[in-house]
């Protein structure tokens, strides 16, 4: 059997051949100006922005919803301090202090999982600026590990070539809708998506419920 009869999650390749399909952190690259971030222990990335849910007097119920921000990125860093580098450093930076940055880095994520680099994916995290940086000496842990909280501008995937980072995974799922709007975004060729005009008549190949 290659895949679960109720979900068609990969369980082998179609010969029977076992196979590996989870997602691990061994095969993401993580870089600054080029340079791999060594002893890093830990990326966590945050994409959010506030949606307002439009109620009407007279109905009982919502009757549409919007987003009504610009979306937010944020997220976290630890790295143990090791070659005798702090966070800032590994991070190709030439301080050492939060009030010493003046100018916004990017955050460049390689995921290897695909053997053919036609097939892996690039993320760019897009302006980044530390909003702290912090660490700590323990008497019983000896080992110093640097920690950050940063913002950044923008955030977009792409396949070397710039081809769209979102097929589905191995296309086994069909994606729906390729839009060209969302997929700039999406690439980075735009900041948003919400700007470009007809959104108020625009009809979605696989967007709604069917209900």
């Known amino acids: 059997m290659a895949n679960s009869p109720n979900t068609n999650s990969t369980l082998t390749f179609p010969n029977g051949d076992n196979r590996t399909s989870t997602s691990l952190s061994t095969h993401m ?3 600054v100006a080029g340079n791999p971030i060594g002893a890093l222990q830990s990326l966590t990335i945050s994409e959010s922005r506030s949606i307002s849910m439009i109620a009407e007097v007279g109905s009982d ?3 549409d919803s919007t987003p009504t921000s610009s979306t937010q990125v944020s997220g976290s860093i630890t790295r143990i301090r090791y ?3 702090r966070l800032t450093e590994a991070m190709s930076r030439g301080y050492l202090h939060l009030a010493a940055q003046r100018y916004p880095f990017d955050i460049e994520i390689q995921d290897i999982q695909k ?3 036609n097939n892996q994916i690039i993320t760019i995290i897009k302006n980044v600026w530390f909003e702290s940086l912090s660490y700590s000496l323990d008497a019983n842990n000896w ?3 640097d920690s950050c909280n940063w913002k950044a501008e ?3 995937s792409f396949r ?3 081809t769209s980072a979102a ?3 191995d296309g086994k799922i069909k994606v729906y809708p390729h839009d060209a709007i969302e997929e700039a975004a999406d690439l980075g060729k735009r900041r948003g998506s919400l700007d470009a005009p007809g959104l108020i008549d625009l009809v979605l190949e696989g967007s709604n419920s069917g209900f």
């Open 154 to 156: 923008h955030i977009f």
């Open 29 to 31: 690259i993580l870089k």
């Open 83 to 85: 070659d005798r580098m």
């Open 160 to 162: 070397p070539g710039g």
């Open 143 to 145: 080992i110093i590990s």
């Open 167 to 169: 097929t589905g995974g």
């Open 115 to 117: 053997e053919q680099p």
């Open 61 to 63: 119920g919502f009757i």
